[in-house]
């Protein structure tokens, strides 16, 4: 069977793309980390993070600083192990509002290995 790339639900999005962004939505830090791949890195407003404890810290981080609403926007299949899902934020920050782009690569465990956050 060939996987095509292009747009998908993002309720059609790989368990573990759903399993982060509901974690990270609810500020459950121990289950997003647990999405990510022990040598995994997070790239988040021009910081990279890389493994379990640095990307712990950064969920710990993230989740604190702000306040904010998360939407999903949509999601597209860039490949057979990429993801990208637009959120569409709102709250406390900077500017109030963004669309950020949630870029995602799995790994072959099917957990998240790279995570790139921009808008």
Do not use: C
């Amino acid at each position: 069977m060939t996987e095509h790339s292009g747009p998908v639900d993002v309720a059609g999005l790989p368990e573990v793309v759903g399993r982060y962004l509901r974690a990270h939505d609810m500020r459950n830090i121990s289950t997003a980390a647990a999405a990510f791949a022990p040598e995994a890195n997070v790239t988040d407003d021009g910081r990279t993070y890389r493994g379990s404890v640095a990307i712990k810290g950064w969920l710990e981080q993230a989740t604190s600083q702000y306040t904010y609403t998360t939407t999903p926007v949509g999601a597209e299949r860039d490949g057979p192990d990429r993801y990208t899902v637009v959120q569409h934020l709102e709250g406390d920050f900077p500017g109030g509002r963004v669309d950020l782009r949630y870029r995602f690569v799995l790994d072959e465990h099917g957990l998240i290995s790279e995570l790139a956050i921009a808008p």
